[in-house]
């Protein structure tokens, strides 16, 4: 038996996103700096998280606007080569942000 919808996959660690693992919707420029009603992705929340985490909201909306650019992140390539060896439904335990300002 084949599965007619596969899950959608995400843009920037390339894991399946199930329906029961944590998501998000990501705008790439950021709704308080001009992107409401602008595109989206989705993507892992655990993606989600550690984006805001290493990037400011400015350096997103002037710099990180693709999903492309995220992945040219270096601090950014290193946590999605690392989170893509693990399962989908993977959550990191760690807590707080390490946001640079």
């Not at 993606?47 to 601090?75: D, F, M, V, W």
């Amino acid at each position: 038996m084949t599965q007619e919808h596969p899950d959608p996959i995400c843009p920037l660690c390339d894991r399946p996103i199930p329906p029961d693992v944590p998501q998000s919707l990501h705008h790439l420029i950021p709704r308080l700096r001009g992107g409401k009603g602008g595109p989206t992705i989705l993507i892992h929340h655990i993606c989600h998280k550690e984006i805001h985490a290493a990037i400011s909201e400015t350096e997103l909306a002037r710099h990180y606007n693709t999903p492309e650019s995220l992945r040219g992140h270096p601090q950014l390539a290193k946590f999605f080569a690392w989170v893509a060896k693990r399962p989908p439904d993977f959550i990191s335990k760690s807590k707080g942000g390490r946001r640079k300002r």
